[in-house]
């Protein structure tokens, strides 16, 4: 199993300009999850998803928007990207929530000038 | 709003050291915590979890937790570090009314000094 993919790995933006993350799972897991981690201030839970066609906004929404089509594929999109969303995203899916351990994608680093 | 305290920003220590990382969280109901461990280059990983029972947790490559309800605190620990535990480690808690959402720690980055 490849687990959690993430693409792509690194991404400079200009400030306005909308680009895709691409997160991907192949475990069957019904939850997924978008974060992002910012320098000395833990993860920051941005989106999640319960199952296809199901998703509800996290602690930090604003600026990104989610879809969940099939159970694999959690994308996340960014439109009119700001330098505050300057951050290492990370995807990640779990079987269901609660007591069941979040598997996490390797992450991708993203720089808006 | 729950929140998750981690004291130590960074940990220098030589090989052969004991490690304790702090970690408490403010919410007072029952609580699912869980370690996880970055290291360099690499995505997060569980080191180890609780959720009932033996309030002392042993997870992967010999570390282990212990979670003390009076003191909301779910301290990580390890007896003798090695210069592969350089890492940054993260604690995290859910509770039961707000079950999906993983709340993190602000992180302790560890270097092992060989």
């Known amino acids: 199993n490849a687990g959690v993919t993430q693409t792509p790995k690194f991404r400079i933006l200009k400030i306005g300009q909308s680009m895709t993350l691409q997160c991907a799972q192949d475990m069957n897991h019904n939850y997924m999850y978008w974060y992002r981690q910012d320098p000395g201030m833990g993860l920051k839970l941005i989106y999640y998803?319960?199952?296809?066609?199901?998703?509800d906004k996290g602690e930090v929404p604003n600026g990104y928007n989610v879809s969940r089509s099939t159970t694999e594929d959690f994308p996340l999109r960014l439109e009119l990207a700001a330098p505050s969303q300057t951050s290492v995203y990370f995807c990640a899916s779990s079987r269901t929530s609660g007591r069941n351990e979040q598997f996490f994608g390797p992450g991708t680093r993203l720089t808006v000038l | 709003a729950q929140s998750v305290s981690q004291h130590n920003h960074h940990v220098i220590l030589s090989e052969a050291a004991s490690l304790e990382l702090g970690c408490n969280y403010s919410?007072?109901?029952?609580?699912?915590l869980f370690w996880y461990v970055q290291y360099p280059g690499q995505h997060l990983q569980l080191l180890l979890k609780y959720f009932s029972g033996d309030p002392l947790v042993k997870g992967i490559k010999g570390f282990e937790a212990e979670f003390i309800k009076s003191k909301f605190s779910f301290n990580l620990r390890k007896p003798s570090v090695q210069w592969s535990d350089t890492a940054e480690y993260f604690c995290?808690?859910?509770?039961?009314?707000?079950?999906?959402?993983?709340?993190f720690g602000s992180g302790t980055r560890l270097l092992v000094r060989p």
């Open positions: 919410y007072g109901g029952t609580v699912n």
């Open positions: 998803s319960v199952g296809a066609g199901i998703t």
């Open positions: 995290a808690v859910n509770d039961m009314d707000s079950s999906y959402k993983l709340i």
